[in-house]
């Protein structure tokens, strides 16, 4: 059994830094590759996707990452871990099997493929054998929103990670993984680790916590002497140095910018925290509390005593339903009186909009510049102030009414108060809006499926 | 005195649906049992006054030396939901360490604070 284990974090949301996989697996040693893809509002992307070709629904991001890695991969024995496969897992294992075949590396690995997590075309089995799946937070039943439901996923725990690099696979590919999931299979599969070692399953679950969110955790978005973090250009990824008793150091590969330290490790650790007793994922409910924080010398912050409770009978569901439509656009107001300009003009547009008999339920105005973040904590602008963006935006279930709104801003510029500016990206863009409902199901009823696919 | 909570802290913040999350991080080890004593659930809710519309939780890390806060209905509905400029909470960090806390002059300069 290996010593240390070295996962590394490659991709803290679809969109990332498309340069720090790269950087992981090229800048030093590392044993795993642990790639992030997927937030709430990424799988009813995905879904829609799938709908309009059925070849899609994945991230492609991944498979042009694989075209750029996988010789290093092979070369270096690097295992990866990704839930890029969104709602069409298949779909992207064999676009990475295309990509071994281009580069000449067919014949040389195992695809691992996890499926099991989407359940839409499950939902009315569930609702006909009476399952009761109702929203965690308001308690409504799903048959009240099931015609507007887009997409719905199980979030899958480390289980068939484990069974796939059990059974051989070096690329483990599923969709609605947990994001923890990542970093605790490889760490279960080395280490022998089963759900009954419940501090370490919390251990390995925290140190996913800790990576998951790319280099969140090394210096990235870091308010504690945030001036002086270094080179934050050339930022170096987080990884993971796992030991079997479940202590691990967080570090970065040398020769990077960025910084882990303590309260580096912190911030992340209380990131879309909710009760620090009970994180609960699939695999363990651990406590933060429980957590030991240690300076390990430079760029390394040693991580030990961490305890955790067995594992809940529930999975959590992400269903997400169309929830109507919404636009926000945006005008530049300059000084003299920004501020008072930018007000006037929120005033003449909301009379029009009421001339118009527009309808919406929500209709939200910002100024960028005064109060946009802080709100009323930020007090009133300087008088002085050299400009404001006006931000207005509207929600509404009747999508030609937000429309129609998209046509009412440009015309304030020859309109309205003086001195506008900054219209040059056109009307505002209508959307969709996706609302969430969280739900819970036993772990009884959904079946995980776990493949190995030559490749 | 008054001193301003991030001269005591720092802090990160996030979301899950229609709650943000705070996490209040003691500067300093010996800061911790002033935050716990000042800022409290009523203080917290207090400071936000209209941008937060439901509950405040509060959760104690001694280990961490960290305070987390939940702030229920704070994000115009959260997710694609939400109109705001910040729909994922991401500066109510900053928003919260505005808030005053009040500390007599012994304590602050017990504290290195003054």
Request: hydrophobic share 40%; net charge negative; charged share 25%.
């Amino acid at each position: 059994m290996k010593q240390i284990v070295r996962v590394a974090s490659g991709q803290g949301f679809w969109g990332d830094l498309l340069s720090a996989p790269i950087d992981q697996v090229r800048g030093g040693q590392i044993d795993y590759l642990m790639l992030d893809y997927l937030a709430e509002v990424t799988m009813s992307i995905v879904q829609k996707q799938k709908q309009r070709d059925p070849n899609a629904g994945y991230a492609r991001d991944f498979v042009s990452l694989m075209r750029e890695i996988l010789p290093d991969c092979i070369e270096k024995n690097i295992k990866v871990t990704a839930n890029a496969g969104g709602v069409n897992v298949k779909g992207c294992a064999d676009a990475v099997r295309e990509v071994a075949k281009d580069l000449g590396l067919f014949g040389k690995f195992k695809i691992g493929m996890i499926t099991g997590d989407d359940i839409l075309p499950r939902l009315d089995e569930f609702l006909d054998k009476g399952v009761a799946i109702k929203n965690m937070d308001t308690g409504e039943s799903l048959a009240e929103i099931r015609d507007k439901v887009q997409s719905a996923n199980v979030y899958l725990g480390a289980q068939p990670l484990v069974e796939a690099l059990d059974k051989g696979a070096q690329i483990v590919i599923g969709g609605r993984l947990t994001d923890t999931g990542l970093t605790l299979a490889p760490l279960m599969h080395e280490f022998g680790w089963t759900f009954e070692d419940w501090d370490k399953i919390a251990a390995g679950t925290i140190a996913g916590h800790i990576i998951e969110c790319g280099g969140q955790c090394s210096g990235g978005n870091c308010q504690f002497d945030w001036e002086n973090i270094p080179d934050l250009a050339n930022i170096g990824f987080p990884i993971v140095e796992a030991a079997p008793n479940g202590e691990f150091v967080v570090t970065k590969h040398a020769n990077t910018g960025g910084r882990v330290n303590i309260q580096s490790i912190k911030e992340q650790l209380l990131y879309e925290m909710g009760d620090p007793k009970s994180y609960i994922t699939p695999d363990v409910v651990a406590d933060f509390t429980s957590i030991n924080l240690k300076d390990d010398g430079e760029n390394r912050v040693k991580v030990f005593g961490i305890r955790g409770n067995p594992n809940t009978d529930f999975y959590k569901v992400s269903i997400a339903y169309s929830a109507g439509w919404k636009a926000v656009g945006t005008l530049v107001y300059s000084y003299p009186n920004a501020f008072e300009k930018a007000q006037a003009a929120d005033k003449i547009l909301r009379q029009r909009l009421e001339k118009l008999g527009l309808q919406f339920d929500v209709i939200l105005t910002e100024f960028v510049g005064v109060n946009a973040t802080h709100g009323h904590l930020a007090g009133a602008p300087p008088k002085d102030i050299p400009e404001v963006q006006l931000r207005f935006g509207v929600r509404g279930q009747n999508k030609s009414d937000v429309e129609r709104f998209t046509k009412e801003l440009a015309p304030l510029i020859l309109t309205g108060p003086p001195s506008v500016t900054g219209f040059a990206g056109g009307r505002p863009k209508t959307e969709e809006i996706m609302a969430y409902f969280p739900a819970l199901i036993p772990k009884s009823l959904i079946e995980t499926k776990v493949e190995i696919i030559e490749a | 005195m008054k001193i301003e909570l991030t001269k005591l802290a720092h802090a990160r913040s996030g979301d899950k649906g229609d709650t943000a999350n705070v996490g209040v991080i003691a500067l300093k080890d010996e800061f911790y049992p002033l935050l716990v004593r000042e800022v409290t659930e009523e203080r917290v809710k207090e400071h936000f006054g209209a941008m937060v519309k439901g509950k405040i939780e509060r959760f104690e890390l001694p280990n961490l030396n960290a305070l987390n806060f939940l702030l229920h209905e704070s994000l115009g509905g959260g997710g694609t939901l939400s109109l705001m400029t910040d729909a994922q909470g991401k500066t109510f960090s900053t928003a919260l360490l505005r808030m005053k806390i009040e500390i007599d002059d012994d304590e602050a300069k017990k504290l290195g604070v003054l």
